[in-house]
């Protein structure tokens, strides 16, 4: 998975926290956060940001924590301080919760960040589809 460059964030961080649980590394924490997804973190993201009028967009991410640092190993040059200046919100989450616990922990986060922003006038499923893009733009 690491090698051959496949996998997520998700079950990068879930595989890596699995292996240290069972062999009884228990405080290697698997986290969610949510973070100010914007052109200056994701650069790749910036015309559908600036399409949407968005400055940023809530992103779930996830990295291990270890002795109060974080690690991210979702690709080889990544680190943490490309996230976490913009962190919102974390929590520790069980590698069994990756997908839809993970899914719908982001959008009750989105559902809320629309309510405290009423000037951003999209609902949450307009909210997705521009976080979906944001995504795809990842990908190009």
Not at 66 to 95: Q, V
Request: proline share 3%.
């Amino acid at each position: 998975m690491f090698t051959d460059n496949k996998g997520t964030c998700s079950t990068k961080h879930a595989i890596l926290t699995q292996l240290a649980t069972e062999h009884n590394f228990n405080n290697i924490k698997l986290m969610l956060g949510i973070f100010k997804m914007n052109a200056k973190n994701t650069p790749k993201t910036e015309k559908t940001l600036l399409n949407a009028k968005l400055t940023y967009i809530p992103e779930a991410h996830n990295y291990i924590k270890f002795e109060g640092k974080i690690y991210d190993f979702t690709k080889s040059n990544c680190l943490a301080s490309n996230f976490s200046d913009d962190l919102l919100f974390e929590t520790e989450m069980e590698a069994t919760d990756i997908h839809f616990p993970k899914i719908k922990l982001h959008k009750t986060f989105l559902e809320d960040w629309l309510k405290q922003n009423p000037n951003i006038e999209y609902t949450l499923q307009d909210l997705w589809n521009i976080r979906e893009q944001c995504i795809a733009d990842l990908a190009s």
